[in-house]
Structure formats: C-alpha cells, structure tokens
C-alpha cells in the first residue's frame, strides 16, 4: 500500500495513460494535445501536460480515455538516491510491477532485478489471471521514478501474448476472444471477491451456464455475429457452447457441419431481438460504422433477452469517440483497447462488470 507519508513519494493530482502502437495520436486527440501528423509529434504541450516516452501525463484530463493500453490511476513520483533504495520504494506498496522504458536504461534494469520476477512468456489459454494489482514504473532520471500501484489493466503494461494456434483456428481474429475471455474472467474473480461470493474463483468457466453472472461455456447459446470465416465461433465450440452464427459468407467447412453451431446467412443487423429468442451471449466482430452497431445493441438492451456482450466496435477513418462514449455509458460494460485490436475497441458488458 502506497504510504502517503512517506516524503520520497509525491502524488500527483492527474493521471497518466501508456500510448498503444501506431495509435498515440489517437491518445492526444483525447487528451486534448496538440500534435502533428506523424506519431507522438508534439506541438504545444500544456502546461499540465508531460511526456515520457510513450507515458502521456495530464493534471486536468476528460472522463472518458479510451485509445490506450492502460490508464495510470494514481501516479506518483519518487525520489531515491541508489538501486535498492528504488526497489525498496516500489516492493513496499505492493509486489507487482512492470517496467516501461524510457531514461536511464541501465539502471532501470538493475532496479528491476532487484523486484519480485513477472514472467514475459506467451500465455495458454485459458489463462486465470491473477488478481493483485499491476502497477507499472519507469525512470525519469537517476534519480526518480514516475510510477502507479494502481493501473486500469491486469496486465503487465496492459498486454498478453497468448502461445498461437496456428493450425486450427481459420482467422487470427480468436485472440481477441481468448483475450476477451481472459479479462472477462478476471473481471467475474473480482466481483465475485467484494461480494464474497467465493474465497477463490476457479479458472474460467467459474460457474454454470445458466447463471447471470457466468462466462461463455458448456450449454451457453451464443449469438455470432459477423462470424465468417469463424474464428469466434471456432473459440466459442472449443468451450462447448451453442452457436448460433450470422452471416452473409458461410463459416469454414468443418464448423458448418457441427451439430451445435446453427448458421443463419443473413446480415444480422436486419434481424430483430425476437427473431433469434434469449440468448446468453452477443459476440460482434462486424465491419460497421460504429452508431449501426450500437443501434443494434440498443435493441437486444431494450428487449432483455440478453445481458453478456463481447463486440469489436470498428473504425473506417477518424475514430468515432462520441459514439464509443455512448458505449461506454451503458451500465455494467467497460471499453477496452484489446492487445490483438488494431484500430478498432473492444466493449464489454455483464452483471458483474
């Protein structure tokens, strides 16, 4: 726990975000930061405002920030005059950091050596992720370290790598699910937690089906939409469910043969709620302009027949943030930048969110 009284350590007032690859500018659109066309080009910096590397500081910020990959949610600087003395600071608020480079690279990596190891290997899936806090720190000089305990992702600079399947799967597009999964489950071992509902939730699936508050398995029905080639469906077999994929191109051969995926060609956003029944899951990875997608969602909302959504919310141009806030403003959902997204975002909803 980060000890306030502690004189080395200042906190400060704003927050920080750690910028996503090609996208940074998206970050200081955002933000409100002047900036040129080519990445992280700045023209006028605000005098609330800081730069450190790809860490992009700023007192006075927006309530909704959506193109990073993590949010630093209490900064803090800290003053130390040798390599332990660093690790000391950081090992006496919580255990787990992740380095971002910046200055001083030398040092920095003998300080890191010196805290609790965090593993940079390729992850299986299904992958339970661990419920303490990530925080992460960078060097600013020799002698100060910009750092948050407390960060927006569970993540080690808010990324996972999972080990490829290379073979089986008919589109890259299953590591955004497994990735969606993996966050999901994190997000239902944290409710579950403050609720007391267990001690320590299981890996994925954590419990039944037919529970709200479950994640896609065994007997789920799951409605696919934009599925070919089926690279979701392809995730959503592997765990059991029952898929009902919706498209104009038909799936890879072998899922169209399975028993528990149901095929409808068609283009899903002409299909009404009703038409398709209670559902336990909506997965979206359509090409569409976002305010269709949402118009879409608005509809299965209002008609209650389904509560848990996975959708990639896609941009052609110009991200389209107003609408990406009218996401983000529907109840129990949160907006993600995924590792394996491009330029698109990823909205998330359940109960337990």
Known sequence: MLNKDDSRIKLLKGRAWLTVPQFENHLLDELGIPHGV????????????????NIVYRENFPKDVFWSRLCMEEPFMAEFSSISEAADILRSIQRNWAFVPFNCFRRAELIEKKLPFISKKERAFPYDVPSAEMGIWTLLNENQIFASAKTSSPFPR??????EDKINPPSRAYLKMWEALSLLNFYLKKYQEKNGLSEKAETQPAVSSGEKNSLPTADSVCLDAGACPGGWSWVLDSLGCKIIAIDRSPL????MAKKNIEFIKHDAFTLKPEDIGKIDWLCSDVICYPPRLYDWIIKWID??????????IKMQGEPDNETVKKFAAIPNSKIVHLTANKHELTWLKAPFI
């Not at 080519?38 to 590397?53: C, F, H, R, T």
């Not at 808010?158 to 080990?163: L, M, P, R």
């Not at 008609?303 to 990639?312: Q, R, V």
């Open 38 to 53: 080519a990445p992280m080009e700045i023209k006028n910096l605000p005098k609330d405002a800081s730069v450190y590397g």
């Open 158 to 163: 808010g990324e996972i790598f999972f080990k």
């Open 252 to 255: 890879r051969p072998d899922l």
């Open 303 to 312: 008609s209650g027949l389904c509560e848990k959504f996975i959708c990639t």
